[in-house]
Nanobody, 129 residues
Framework: QLQLVQSGGGSVQPGGSLRLSCAVSGFSLDYYAIGWFRQAPGKAREGVSCISSSGGSTNYADSVQGRFTISRDKAKNTVYLQMNSLKPEDTAVYYC??????????????????????WGQGTQVTVSS
């Protein structure tokens, strides 16, 4: 059974940092790209970052480029999202998801029924002074 269990998140002041973790089980990161998505109240879900199953390709939304870093530890079956210089507009529920369909050399930051079909439970990130 494929599972993604998220941890991390919480509340932080603007300029602060948080790290989200996505621990996967039931599948290998060698065969699944992992994406991070977020959804703020009243807004559509948006892709934040992703890492390919090869580990060699990453993508970031323009809004987080240079502030967020995605990484993975295959030995721990965990993908991380390090978030620095957080802004109030980063406030959202963050989700990780697994995509076993996309070519191993790339990852996609758009969640479609044909790619990301396993999701974590979500974790709240609140950036406020």
């Amino acid at each position: 059974q494929l599972q993604l269990v998220q941890s991390g998140g919480g509340s932080v002041q603007p300029g602060g940092s948080l790290r989200l973790s996505c621990a996967v089980s039931g599948f290998s990161l060698d065969y699944y790209a992992i994406g991070w998505f977020r959804q703020a109240p009243g807004k559509a879900r948006e892709g934040v970052s992703c890492i390919s199953s090869s580990g060699g390709s990453t993508n970031y939304a323009d809004s987080v480029q240079g502030r967020f870093t995605i990484s993975r530890d295959k030995a721990k079956n965990t993908v991380y999202l390090q978030m620095n210089s957080l802004k109030p507009e980063d406030t959202a529920v963050y989700y990780c998801a697994a995509d076993g369909y996309t070519d191993q050399a790339m990852c996609i930051m758009t969640a479609l029924p044909t790619n990301y079909d396993h999701w974590g439970q979500g974790t709240q990130v609140t950036v406020s002074s």
